[in-house]
């Protein structure tokens, strides 16, 4: 980057910071803390909880995952509708009547001690392992940038969140948030003008449209019934609904931010705000991948866009290797351009014969492409098992800092990390907010003042942030990043989603009954994940389903018990 970029990067990083401290300065007690008094607008609090899912992998992933798989990921959103409805007419209302500071404290007055905390404890071990790969999203960026070992900026990016919301807390984050969100929707459109203005003259938007439909990128919607496809219009309804219900339900990174709400209808309107603005934002995020993906098109794209893996195949004995596949790569790229400028000019001839055969030359063409880059990936394993073979995480940075002019490199660079920032943020803040709560307050000290468990909440923020880092150290194993923390998530989520609907629609099951159904229910998902037996979004279906089904049984057997004893 120039110099020019590093200072519009910085000094929009050392604003947000000071802002949020600025903002936060007079927090008090343990409620300024953690639920900014609970005295937040709706459009504050829909942009913070937009800001807290909108993380650096939705930037840095999503375009991406449009560029190399096309718009298909958008239907994973499709249940988010849905769920906010339901959230604001069952979840919402019952958290602001009992003025809970975390969504568990709700299970102990429903059940028991142990449902509360074995729920607790899912969540915290969930949100430590997806706080600590948004903190390695940046990561990337500024080792790529630097070329240094993503070890040190890892260290630098976790500290950088941390300063801020160890000081200022829930009020903090929420502040920085709508201000990280405007920055992050202009810098979107600034994106999606580069890239159609970086196109050949001769191609506008919709000849760009036509190219990635043609090679198979405009596929946004699938009908067609299959367990084992992540992506398709069923599994984004039926399994994205129970996944986004119980993120936005149960995952105190997201309760944290609508608790803070000034009333139930302001909460309300912050969580339909987000499910209205939610969908486009993510289509159009991996329409710009699309974009860049047409871009390439007509210009040489790199065989692998991870530079660090490709520095460290050039020094490897298998350099000569390497250099004879990346040639065969571009002398096939070149052919490629020639038969998309004959797309082109059939498409602008309007002869469907001609389209067609233009559009299989290319798509072989493309083809060709992908197999040689399958040799380059599996020498790079043949070099190093542990190297990082997916660069989809890398086209979008790629293309940024290669493309685009000076100034708007800083930018985008910047609206990037002010995702992550956001994202980290709200995670380390509910982890702190639940370990408080949770934990520390209702076992360890359960008479201190506020003083005391502000100064707690700030110590144990500075503890997971930490935690974060070290889980942070492995994120480049995990593949495509906005896959993983998805992933992760329903290995969780569907089990937390059930013993909350057990304990909202369920009257007759206790505490018990939905404890042991927990943990079988907890114990057959991870077992399915092991065993590849279906799409990972299905997983919440099933986790959740299974609660239900497994308390409402284990309670027959306990009453049945009681009858006869």
């Known amino acids: 980057m120039s110099l020019i970029d590093w200072i519009v990067l910085s000094v929009t990083l050392l604003f947000i910071i000071f802002y949020g401290i600025w903002k936060s300065r007079g927090t008090k007690n343990i409620d300024g803390y953690l639920l900014a008094d609970r005295k937040l607008p709706w459009y504050h609090v829909g942009l913070s909880v937009m800001a807290t899912q909108a993380s650096a992998i939705t930037f840095l992933s999503a375009p991406g995952q449009g560029f190399s798989d096309g718009l298909r990921f958008v239907q994973f959103y499709f249940g988010l509708p849905l769920a906010m409805v339901v959230l604001c007419i069952t979840f919402i209302p019952m958290f602001s009547k009992l ?25 915290l071990l969930q949100r430590g392992l997806s706080t600590g790969i948004t903190i390695y999203a ?25 300063v801020y919301t160890v000081y200022g807390g829930t009020k903090a984050v929420s502040y920085t948030q709508v201000l990280q969100m405007s920055i992050i929707f202009g810098g979107l459109f600034l994106a999606a003008y580069m890239v159609i203005h970086l196109l050949p003259q001769n191609v506008g938007v919709i000849d760009a449209l036509h190219i990635a439909g043609k090679m198979n990128k ?10 084992n496809n992540r992506y398709n219009i069923w599994s984004g309804i039926i399994g994205g609904f129970f996944l986004q219900l119980s993120y936005f339900g149960t995952d105190q990174s997201q309760v944290g931010r609508y608790l803070t709400g000034s009333s139930i209808t302001q909460s309300r309107l912050g969580l339909v705000m987000n499910g209205l603005v939610k969908i486009p934002m993510q289509f159009f995020i991996l329409l710009i991948g699309v974009f860049v993906f047409t871009f390439y098109q007509f210009h040489q794209a790199p065989i692998f866009f991870n530079k660090v893996e490709v520095d460290k195949i050039r020094k490897s004995q298998y350099k000569e290797q390497f250099t004879l596949l990346e040639n065969k790569y571009y002398a096939a790229n070149i052919e490629k351009q020639k038969d998309v400028e004959t797309l082109v000019d059939a498409l602008h001839s309007k002869n469907e014969n001609v389209i067609n055969e233009a559009r299989k030359k290319v798509q072989a063409a493309d083809k060709k492409n992908i197999e040689i880059k399958k040799e380059v990936t599996a020498l790079m394993k043949k070099n190093d098992a542990k190297a990082d073979t997916n660069d989809t995480n890398y086209v979008f940075l790629s293309f940024v800092t290669q493309q685009l002019p000076i100034g708007v490199v800083g930018i985008l660079i910047a609206v990037i990390f002010l995702a992550a920032m956001g994202s980290t943020a709200s995670g380390l803040n509910s982890l702190a907010s639940t370990t408080v709560v949770d934990f520390y307050k209702r076992i360890f000290k359960k008479n201190e003042n506020d003083a005391k468990y502000l100064s707690a909440s700030r110590r144990i923020t500075l503890a997971w942030g930490l935690f974060c880092i070290v889980v942070a150290f ?26 909350f609907l ?32 279906t799409a990972f979004l299905w997983l919440n279906v099933i986790g959740c389903l299974l609660v239900m089904a497994f308390a409402f049984v284990i309670q027959q057997i306990f009453n049945r018990r009681k009858i006869t004893a």
């Open 474 to 499: 492995y994120a480049s194993r995990l593949g495509n990043l906005i896959e993983a923390v998805n992933i992760l998530g329903s290995l969780f989520y569907g089990t937390i989603l059930g013993i």
């Open 218 to 227: 405009l596929n946004a919607i699938d009908t067609t019934f299959d367990l």
């Open 138 to 162: 940046p990561a990337i960026i500024l080792s790529t940038i630097l070329n240094v070992d993503v070890f040190y900026t890892i260290i630098f990016n976790g500290l950088l969140v941390i």
């Open 502 to 533: 057990v304990a909202f629609y369920m009257k007759k099951v206790g505490g018990a009954a939905v404890f042991y159904a927990a943990i079988l229910a907890e114990i057959f998902i991870v077992y399915a994940w092991m065993t590849d037996l």
């Open 99 to 123: 003025k809970v500071f975390t969504a568990y404290e709700f299970l102990e007055k429903r059940f028991d001690n142990k449902t509360r905390t074995l729920t607790a404890s899912l969540f």
